[in-house]
């Protein structure tokens, strides 16, 4: 009799976990299908899962070419003088890209800088930069490989002691590229020109 | 006779729970987020407009 009831303890104990797994199977699986039919509407048994396309990868400005003004020119990569004033390319045939902001062709404005004349008053890599016109076409060859077009949007001259510094270098959901030479008079005690040209260009491609 | 009745019904209910607690665990597994956040680049603005007149 003792033994015929010990059986049916242990029976009793397996018969619980039987039950209390199958139950608790089944709800999870009419969870997992919930789930599934709230992601998609088509099928069942497909799982959309969110993803976010990379955007693209955008090198290190190499060349600049724009036809209009004849130019074509290797692109150095520059910081901040002393003064922290945006630095200028050694050579003065070469562009200068900021390399504290953006690449030309990401979001933002990517800024290139060259000068007007030489110290002889020959001219230099941007001494025709003033004669662009909205429309005109700036390519930039990156060390990828890539070349990315962009299409001036607006030309404009401020005095150096007034320049918009915010608007030529800071944030912006566009992918500007900004162009920087010299213009007005020059200073011989300050070693400056008194104003700047700045020819904005958006991405074209 | 009533001890084992009360003893028998506890491992049953024992057993159920931790079959079903088991089953809970695994099946709140979480798939790891697939979506990638490029960070947006920075940059600092400089003091002054650079001097691009008479290069030396």
Known sequence: MKKIFSTFLILLALGGGYIG???????AE?????????AGSHSPNTQIIPTKIPEAVYGIPKTLQIAKINVN???????????KAMDVPKDSDDAGWYDLGVKPGEKGSAVLDGHL???????????????LEVGDKIIVRDDLGHDHTFAVTEK??????DFPLQKVFGATDKRM??????????????????????IYSQLAE | MIKKAALA????????????????????????ATTTVTPSP???????????????
Request: hydrophobic letters at 35%; one cysteine or more; charged letters at 10%.
């Open chain 1, 21 to 27: 797994f199958n139950a608790s199977h089944k709800l």
């Open chain 1, 30 to 38: 009419k969870n997992t299908s919930q789930n599934v039919l709230q």
């Open chain 1, 73 to 83: 020119s290797p692109v150095e990569s520059v910081g901040q003088d002393q003064q």
């Open chain 1, 117 to 131: 004349d030489k110290s002889s008053g020959a001219p230099a890599v941007f001494w025709n930069v003033s004669k």
């Open chain 1, 156 to 161: 404009a001259q401020y005095p150096y002691n």
């Open chain 1, 177 to 198: 590229l900004n162009l920087i030479s010299c213009n007005g008079q020059w200073n011989t005690a300050t070693k400056n020109y008194s104003h700047r040209t700045v």
């Open chain 2, 9 to 32: 019904t506890g491992v049953f209910a024992m057993s159920a729970l931790a079959a079903a607690s088991m089953t809970f665990a695994q099946t709140t597994t979480t798939t790891p």
């Open chain 2, 42 to 56: 920075t940059t600092s603005v400089p003091a002054a407009a650079p001097k691009t007149g008479r290069a030396n």
